[in-house]
């Protein structure tokens, strides 16, 4: 079955990065699309960016202005996302996600929390 | 980028009620559009997917109609297993943007 492995929390300060990892089984990895979802403590879901794990190709939401990047390594089904410069409003869950609707599949999430 | 807007952002409604939420797209998604149950602490369940379609496993008391730009979700008869919060979300193109939320509750 689909399965979609996240890393575990991470608590960071403010200014450092983080690298939240996703690996993916039971499936194809190369042959559905990744995106990354994260949910502030009380907050809605957030849309923060998606890969393509094929070609590598990535669009991210705007307001993160270079601070994202995502990467994949083809060779362990792993999605990565890495966000740089972290704020205290970064604080989430961090979910990875496969595909469109229906066939879309969550990861438990990861929760990644910025505090001096 | 096209923004989501759901409607209302809460509601609490009494067991056997219909309840309706309603989600606007400020440009046309055709019908790639989603709605997702979540309840505190879990991941948020499909619930409907090309704007009107029901996953399978849901109930038939969900169901949703709309495509371009309006979209509305119905809960024909509220149950208690029924209180989350509900988002809409677009998937025809990235941004993938989420509605922000409608807390329902009993």
Same mark, same amino acid.
């Given at each position: 079955?689909?399965?979609l492995?996240?890393?575990?929390?991470?608590?960071?300060?403010p200014?450092?990065?983080?690298?939240?990892s996703?690996?993916?089984?039971?499936?194809?990895?190369?042959?559905?699309?990744?995106?990354?979802v994260?949910?502030?403590?009380g907050?809605?879901?957030e849309?923060v960016?998606?890969?393509?794990?094929?070609?590598g190709?990535?669009?991210? /939401?705007?307001h +993160?202005?270079? #601070?994202l @990047?995502?990467?994949?390594?083809?060779?362990?089904?792993?999605?990565?996302?890495d966000l &740089?410069?972290?704020?205290?409003?970064?604080? /989430?869950?961090? +979910?990875?996600? #496969?595909g @469109?609707?229906?066939r879309v599949?969550w990861?438990?999430?990861?929760?990644?929390?910025? &505090?001096? | 980028?096209?923004?989501?807007?759901?409607?209302?952002s809460?509601?609490?409604a009494?067991?056997?009620?219909?309840?309706?939420?309603t989600?606007?797209a400020?440009?046309?998604?055709y019908?790639?559009?989603a709605w997702?149950?979540?309840?505190?602490?879990?991941?948020p369940?499909?619930?409907i997917?090309?704007?009107?379609?029901?996953?399978?496993g849901?109930p038939?008391r969900?169901s949703a109609?709309?495509?371009?730009?309006?979209?509305?979700?119905?809960?024909s008869?509220?149950?208690?297993e029924?209180?989350?919060?509900?988002?809409?979300?677009?998937?025809n193109?990235?941004?993938?943007t989420?509605?922000?939320?409608t807390?329902?509750?009993?």
């Amino acid at each position: 079955q689909v399965q979609l492995m996240q890393s575990g929390a991470e608590v960071k300060k403010p200014g450092a990065s983080v690298t939240v990892s996703c690996k993916a089984s039971g499936y194809t990895f190369t042959s559905f699309d990744i995106n990354w979802v994260r949910q502030a403590p009380g907050q809605g879901l957030e849309w923060v960016g998606w890969m393509n794990p094929n070609s590598g190709k990535t669009i991210s /939401a705007q307001h +993160f202005q270079g #601070r994202l @990047t995502m990467t994949r390594n083809t060779s362990i089904n792993t999605a990565y996302l890495d966000l &740089s410069s972290l704020k205290s409003d970064d604080t /989430a869950v961090y +979910f990875c996600t #496969r595909g @469109t609707p229906p066939r879309v599949h969550w990861g438990l999430g990861t929760l990644v929390t910025v &505090s001096s | 980028d096209i923004q989501m807007t759901q409607s209302p952002s809460s509601l609490s409604a009494s067991v056997g009620d219909r309840v309706t939420i309603t989600c606007r797209a400020s440009q046309s998604v055709y019908n790639y559009l989603a709605w997702y149950q979540q309840k505190p602490g879990k991941v948020p369940l499909l619930l409907i997917y090309a704007a009107s379609t029901l996953q399978s496993g849901v109930p038939s008391r969900f169901s949703a109609t709309g495509s371009g730009t309006d979209f509305t979700l119905t809960i024909s008869s509220l149950q208690p297993e029924d209180v989350a919060t509900y988002y809409c979300q677009k998937y025809n193109s990235a941004p993938r943007t989420f509605g922000q939320g409608t807390k329902v509750d009993i």
